[in-house]
């Protein structure tokens, strides 16, 4: 039996969990891949979003360049007293410009500053001041500054920003080359505060396109200035960021609301996988069942193959004596009175034998159906237990048992089916004599316990394992391991022993010790049914 549920257990897992765990391990690789997509998709929306914002600051700055040409071009046609007025009114328009100045080439001694008076205070500190800053940020750039006018030959007008580079000082020069009306070309700078460029232009911009969806950032951590479209100055928690094309010290960041990428990716990678797990446990946990019911069906066809087996010899070991003895006292045979009375007894014995075998299978079919009734009457338990060790004594003692019957005179009378409850003390004693071997001693005791009045049947034979004392009282049921194994018996005793009693409303109790033998508690309860 244990190879074929092996084999059934070996198949089911070939067919069943095999191609589960195939299909698990396959997912799970799916899913990664598909996170890391999912992870990528996001990134990348992310990124479209900052070119976005990045594309629009430039392209502030580059209409603001653009109206600069033309306004450098429409001052130099004006009187020179006008051009402060002029420059003012255009610096209005823009008020995150804070200064414009003209040069005509790196080194140039000659800077024009709009806006600034330069008859009247050429000679000024704040001249002096500026003409030096504003050539010392050009020579530093120097490269730059030729690639711009390499990109200027090409027709294409680039801006460029160059950072101050002076300690304590925030600002760019947004750098770009003008062609002039007389076909020469001039370096022109605006000077540009990009913590006030945020707050005026971008600021606005960045509102309108998180919508409540993401927090968009500026930053510069140099600097520790943070400013976000949800204007919470907790939030300051990027997931992906880039360098501001206009002012590269300052970032540009966003992030999901409520949730990070790497939260959303995980949410749901930890759903898939649960959903995966799930289904899984559930195809476990059905093979598991089919295998479970195959076993017990695997194991019921044994047991019931087992019963016919042993009941075939039960019945065929009287039959074979019976017809044996019948047949040499039929054949006269035997001349001797006294051996015939013998063999008269034999047979007497082993019609009883056998009439008790069909009796208890026509109980047990009783049982089956629902049809067996029980007559219960007011009795002493003592009497019943006295009834069946004097029809057992003489026959136990023949085969060298000590057998002896100790009663608590104090029971009262109790409501039982006698004929039933005697049934179950002999299978019980049946039960002792099979699996007693080498301390032959049966012993039945009556007593009282709590509210029930009991008769135990306690032998010095072989002790039931504690993992089967549950299931002895299973119909069919044999130990499948040990001594109690070689033991013949139908598997009905034990089980037809329980009926009886829960017909009582009683309890049975077992104890099996190793080396002390096994005691069955037959508990009936002393209140009238």
Same mark, same amino acid.
């Given at each position: 039996m244990n190879k074929t549920v092996k084999k059934i257990a070996f198949i089911l897992i070939i067919l069943i969990l095999l191609p589960a765990a195939f299909l698990t391990i396959n997912e799970m690789i799916s899913l990664n891949q598909n996170e890391e997509v999912?992870?990528?998709? @996001? !990134?990348?929306?992310?990124?479209?979003?900052?070119?976005?914002?990045?594309?629009?600051?430039?392209?502030?700055?580059? *209409? &603001?360049?653009?109206?600069?040409?033309?306004?450098?071009?429409?001052?130099?046609?004006?009187?020179?007293?006008?051009?402060?007025? +002029?420059?003012?009114?255009?610096?209005?328009?823009?008020? *995150?410009?804070?200064?414009?100045?003209?040069?005509?080439?790196?080194?140039?001694?000659?800077?024009? $500053?709009?806006?600034?008076?330069?008859?009247?205070?050429?000679?000024?500190?704040?001249?002096?001041?500026? #003409? *030096?800053?504003?050539? @010392?940020?050009?020579?530093?750039?120097? %490269?730059?500054?030729?690639? $711009? =006018?390499?990109? !200027?030959?090409?027709? @294409?007008?680039?801006?460029?920003?160059?950072?101050? /580079?002076?300690?304590?000082?925030?600002?760019?020069?947004?750098?770009?080359?003008?062609?002039?009306?007389?076909?020469?070309?001039?370096? %022109?700078?605006? =000077?540009?505060?990009?913590?006030?460029?945020? @707050?005026?232009?971008?600021?606005?911009?960045?509102?309108?396109?998180?919508? /409540?969806?993401?927090?968009?950032?500026?930053?510069?951590?140099?600097?520790?200035?943070? $400013?976000?479209? +949800?204007?919470?100055?907790?939030?300051?928690?990027?997931?992906?960021?880039?360098?501001? &094309?206009?002012?590269? #010290?300052?970032?540009?960041?966003?992030?999901?609301?409520?949730?990070?990428?790497?939260?959303?990716?995980?949410?749901?990678?930890l759903t898939n996988i649960l959903l995966i797990s799930l289904l899984t446990v559930v195809l476990i946990l059905g093979v598991w069942i089919v295998y479970r019911n195959i076993k017990k069906e695997v194991e019921l066809a044994q047991i019931k193959s087992d019963f016919v087996s042993n009941v075939s010899h039960e019945l065929r070991t009287p039959l074979s004596l019976i017809s044996m003895f019948s047949e040499t006292l039929e054949m006269d045979r035997v001349k001797s009175d006294e051996k015939k009375k013998e063999y008269y007894s034999i047979i007497s014995q082993e019609a009883n034998r056998l009439s008790k075998i069909v009796n208890s299978i026509l109980n047990f079919s009783k049982m089956e159906a629902g049809k067996r009734q029980f007559n219960f009457v007011d009795s002493y338990l003592n009497d019943v237990a006295e009834n069946v060790y004097r029809s057992y004594k003489f026959h136990l003692e023949q085969k060298g048992f000590s057998f002896n019957i100790i009663k608590d005179e104090s029971i009262p009378i109790i409501k039982i089916d006698e004929e039933a409850v005697s049934e179950s003390i002999v299978n019980l004693v049946d039960n002792a004599v099979k699996y007693s071997n080498e301390k032959k001693e049966i012993t039945i005791r009556t007593g009282m316990e709590s509210n029930f009045a009991f008769v135990e049947v306690e032998d010095k034979g072989i002790c039931i394992p504690e993992k089967d004392q549950k299931k002895v009282f299973e119909k069919f049921f044999r130990v499948s391991s040990g001594d109690v194994h070689n033991v013949k018996g139908s598997g009905l005793g034990l089980s037809i022993v329980k009926h009886i009693v829960d017909a009582h409303k009683g309890k049975i109790e077992l104890y099996s010790e190793v080396g002390k033998g096994s005691k069955f508690r037959l508990l009936f309860p002393l209140s009238k049914m």
């Open positions: 999912i992870g990528k998709i @996001y !990134s990348n929306q992310l990124d479209a979003i900052l070119f976005s914002v990045n594309q629009y600051s430039e392209d502030v700055v580059s *209409s &603001w360049a653009s109206k600069l040409d033309m306004f450098i071009d429409k001052v130099q046609n004006i009187e020179e007293k006008k051009i402060p007025s +002029a420059v003012d009114s255009f610096r209005n328009q823009f008020p *995150s410009v804070y200064n414009i100045f003209i040069a005509d080439s790196v080194g140039d001694k000659h800077i024009e $500053l709009l806006g600034f008076d330069k008859n009247k205070n050429r000679n000024s500190t704040f001249q002096i001041k500026m #003409d *030096s800053l504003i050539n @010392y940020v050009l020579s530093e750039n120097k %490269v730059q500054v030729e690639k $711009l =006018f390499l990109y !200027s030959q090409s027709g @294409y007008r680039k801006l460029e920003p160059v950072k101050l /580079g002076i300690p304590k000082q925030r600002g760019y020069f947004l750098l770009f080359i003008k062609k002039t009306n007389f076909g020469t070309k001039q370096i %022109v700078g605006m =000077f540009i505060e990009p913590q006030e460029f945020t @707050y005026r232009i971008l600021s606005p911009k960045i509102q309108e396109i998180a919508q /409540g969806e993401f927090v968009i950032s500026v930053f510069n951590n140099d600097e520790k200035f943070h $400013l976000n479209s +949800a204007k919470d100055p907790d939030l300051q928690k990027v997931q992906q960021s880039k360098a501001l &094309w206009i002012f590269p #010290d300052y970032q540009i960041g966003i992030s999901l609301v409520g949730q990070t990428i790497e939260d959303l990716v995980q949410q749901r990678a």
